[in-house]
């Protein structure tokens, strides 16, 4: 286990994924994933309660921060943004997803 990632292993984890709806109008759309953080080969996977384990990407590994306690994060202590390609539908539980 990387010992920069290792603070990490077991913990509450939120990922926020990002879509740029307008830019100009500086609207995104923001669905997030819940579970606990596992750390291998240097690599962070987010394990959700179901059971689907999502793998952080390596250029959303820099926005890994401590839950500012933003009601979208829920009871996460850790939380990071992962951009969302325009073509990407995002989809999940009505009540977890927002649009700014």
Do not use: W
């Amino acid at each position: 286990m990387s010992k920069s990632l290792a603070y990490l292993e077991g913990r509450k984890f939120c990922v926020v994924f990002v879509k740029v709806i307008d830019a100009a109008s500086e609207r995104v759309q923001l669905r997030c994933l819940h579970g606990r953080a596992s750390i291998e080969k240097g690599r962070i996977n987010v394990v959700a309660p179901s059971g689907n384990l999502f793998t952080i990407p390596g250029t959303a590994m820099a926005t890994v921060m401590p839950s500012d306690g933003t009601a979208l994060l829920k009871d996460a202590e850790y939380f990071c943004l992962v951009r969302v390609d325009d073509n990407i539908e995002l989809v999940s539980d009505p009540d977890q997803g927002v649009v700014y």
